[in-house]
């Protein structure tokens, strides 16, 4: 996921099938590091969704027991 980020015009995405897709809250993963983003998996990403997933997102970058770091350490290897 980390690697999509360089692909500015981005705006759909679909993870059906992923592993990823069967993680807790992936959504909210998503769309905190993909914040162009549109649509995933074939649906609008609401305002309310976009706008919870940034602000869960800051804490993420500093807190380590934080289970998105886990994901992103995962996703990143």
């Known amino acids: ?11 759909t995405l679909s993870l ?6 069967e993680a ?4 909210m993963f998503i769309c905190a590091y993909l914040p162009d983003l549109m649509y995933l998996d074939y649906r609008r990403i609401d305002d309310h969704t976009a706008s919870v997933s940034l602000s869960v997102s800051q804490p993420c970058e500093t807190d380590s027991s ?7 350490r995962g996703i990143e290897e």
């Open 24 to 27: 807790e809250d992936y959504k």
């Open 16 to 21: 059906s099938r992923n592993p990823i897709s």
């Open 66 to 72: 934080s289970p998105q770091v886990s994901w992103k």
């Open 1 to 11: 996921i980390i690697y999509l980020r360089r692909f500015k015009c981005l705006r």
